[in-house]
């Protein structure tokens, strides 16, 4: 049985293609649904469409159902549409008539809109702090190898000297960017979408600030017609903040398999954290690097495709964004996996220590030569000329011995003050808010 169901039968055809993967998927969004409906039914009994009684009855009976999706034992019946109908047709079978006051003034626009909304917000903190994990993994790689030098490429081509110091650090930075990303999606995505009903209103007169208060969000989405409208608009920009992420992991596994080959040879793993071939009995394969980056990179098309689901869509809702859910609930999972095991590989990474012994790096020092030159008077441009002849020559005599002092150079890596940064940062979330709102509703009371 629908919620909209009436005197028909559906056919089964057109409900087996409509339903889709929902059944499955809204098992993402199950405690967030409770969630959001303990407090609509809390706002609900304070403008008169429940009593005191009945709200106690429904929020002592909702506990019970966030209980067993916390369990694992949840399960949406086959006959139900999605995890909406799943709880009010449980809270129907315990409370009869009771059970079906919880939809007064809501629609399954703005609570699907709201499940997705407090879905996102979880996921990002679960994020962020894997982050931080990763970043604090990468910055004490850093500090223990700074003074190792490492060759520096532009153009596939031997540069300038670097550092694993540089290396290791240059990444966690790149991570403190994906989380000002993320900052910026999750306050798109903290804002109260509850009372916008269909994407028009009620003629109830719902407190939505009251709800906004009670589920710990930072603003309304004051507009009914553009709370709405955010279905899709907030999982596009999240999802690009989450492909900037990606993006960083992608490009640190693709440097990690480039190094690990014989031809670079500045790191290894053992043998454990590697795989083999079956003809090949030499191979020792980065294949956990490999399987990152290509995931990674699936996870950076995904702002494209819902932006192409959605381009030229009126306002309002329309069952194409169903399909959104689809590719976007399951990238939180992955991302996640793909940050803590790239924790584990990091750790494990072997670092070779006498890199630039070959001497097909010596033209690593050739800037360091000409800055010598420099000190010594030359202008930066008769320095240069005269250091290119004589590597034409087969005259350059390297000067491996690096004083670089600036902001951010090999001998000034200002790691401690990435670490600031971070810890301001993700203070900045405030996710204490969220999660004492979030607390407050699951006490019984």
């Known amino acids: 049985m629908k919620l909209w169901q009436k005197n028909f039968e559906i056919n089964k055809k057109i409900d087996l293609f409509t339903v889709g993967k929902d059944r499955n998927l809204d098992f993402f969004l199950a405690p967030h649904d409770i969630i959001g409906t303990l407090a ?16 106690n009855s429904l929020i002592k009976e909702l506990h019970s159902i966030y209980e067993i999706i916390k369990s694992g034992k949840f399960k949406i019946d086959e006959n139900l549409e999605d995890i909406h109908s799943q709880i009010e ?47 604090n993994v990468l910055i004490d790689l850093s500090n223990r190898y700074k003074n190792i030098l490492i060759p520096g490429y532009t153009h596939y081509q031997i540069a300038m000297p670097s550092s694993f110091g540089l290396w290791f650090a240059s990444y966690s930075e790149s991570l403190i960017d994906d989380i000002i990303f993320l900052k910026s999606a999750y306050k798109i995505s903290n804002k109260n979408p509850l009372g916008s009903a269909a994407g028009f ?41 989450l492909s900037s992420l990606a993006h960083t992991m992608s490009k640190i596994s693709q440097d990690i398999c480039l190094y690990m080959s014989q031809n670079f040879n500045f790191f290894s793993l053992p043998e454990n954290f590697t795989t083999g071939s079956s ?5 020792k394969n980065p294949d956990v690097f490999e399987l990152i980056r290509s995931r990674c990179n699936k996870i950076i098309s995904l702002p494209n495709q819902i932006s192409i689901i959605t381009t030229n869509l009126p306002s309002g809702y329309h069952r194409d964004f169903q399909t959104i ?28 220590k006498n890199i630039l012994n070959n001497k097909k790096y010596n033209y690593l020092f050739s800037v360091e030569v000409v800055n010598s030159l420099v000190k010594d008077g ?45 810890k301001k ?6 996710f204490e808010k969220v999660n004492k709102a979030i607390n407050n509703l699951l006490i019984s009371f």
């Open 40 to 55: 609509h039914i809390i706002m609900l009994e304070t403008i008169g469409l429940l009593n005191i009684n009945e709200l």
């Open 89 to 135: 047709f449980m809270l129907t079978n315990s409370l009869g008539e009771l059970g079906k006051k919880i939809h007064s003034g809501r629609s399954r626009n703005d609570q699907v809109l709201l499940d997705i909304k407090l879905f996102i917000r979880k996921e990002i903190q679960e994020i962020v702090f894997l982050i931080k994990d990763l970043f």
């Open 201 to 241: 209103g009620s003629s109830f007169p719902l407190n939505r600030n009251l709800t906004t208060d009670l589920l710990g969000f930072e603003y309304l989405n004051y507009n009914v017609v553009y709370a709405q409208m955010c279905r899709g608009k907030t999982e596009r920009i999240v999802s690009q903040a």
């Open 279 to 283: 003809i090949m009995p030499h191979k």
């Open 325 to 352: 859910k689809e590719i976007f609930l399951p990238v939180f999972e992955e991302i996640k996996t793909i940050l803590l095991i790239s924790v584990e590989m990091l750790k494990k990474l072997i670092i070779n």
């Open 378 to 422: 030359f202008s930066f441009r008769e320095a240069y000329k005269k250091v290119g002849l004589d590597i034409q020559k087969g005259l350059f005599s390297p000067i491996t011995d690096i004083k670089h002092s600036h902001e951010g150079s090999i001998g000034n890596l200002c790691n401690n003050k990435l670490k600031f940064i971070i």
């Open 425 to 430: 940062l993700i203070k900045s979330f405030n």
